[in-house]
């Protein structure tokens, strides 16, 4: 079927089958430009609220998903810190079991594991405490210690205590001071 484009001003007239014929003009299978231009604002008012709604959608999912990975670091940095704190105290309890006394400091223990991002330092004590600092928290809700005690069959055995780490954020395992 053919197209016609009829202007206002030309009249249309009907041919046999359905089809339209305008005068003073050849039938032509491309659409009119008046109709090209009114499909377009037409789309193009269309897309906009519905790119405006995108967008908001799009920055509240950002806010959520900012929330949410701060609230996971914030909560799985002080248990690799105990995790790691746990590691270097079975490598000083290896050293206890062999020499009946606490090392000097961490670099006497060979075995060591690396210190992972989440654990910002680790110092040992005189008295076999274990000081592990917790990297990315604020100051002042950053440090575990890992108190050591000596059981009767000679075994050393470290519990852990949050000292300022927030409760919430505390490792099951470590009792809050």
């Known amino acids: 079927m053919a197209l016609c484009a009829c202007t206002e001003d030309g009249p249309c007239t009907a041919l046999r089958e359905g089809t339209a014929q305008c005068v003073g003009m050849t039938d032509s299978t491309d659409p009119p430009p008046a109709l090209l231009s009114s499909t377009l604002r037409l789309a193009a008012s269309s897309v906009i609220p519905v790119l405006g709604v995108l967008l908001v959608v799009f920055a509240v999912g950002l806010a959520i998903l900012y929330s949410v990975q701060r609230d996971y ?87 852990c205590r949050s000292i300022s780490v927030a409760a919430e954020l505390s490792p099951a395992q470590c009792v809050r001071d």
């Open 73 to 159: 670091y914030r909560k799985v940095g002080p248990r690799v810190a105990h995790k790691h704190g746990l590691e270097v105290a079975a490598e000083v309890a290896k050293r206890y079991a062999l020499t009946g006394q606490f090392p000097a400091s961490l670099t006497e223990l060979p075995g060591l594991p690396e210190k992972p991002a989440f654990v910002a330092d680790v110092a040992l004590s005189a008295s076999g405490v274990l000081h592990v600092v917790v990297a990315d928290a604020p100051d002042g809700e950053n440090l575990l210690k890992l108190f050591p005690s000596v059981q009767p069959g000679g075994q050393l055995v470290y519990t």
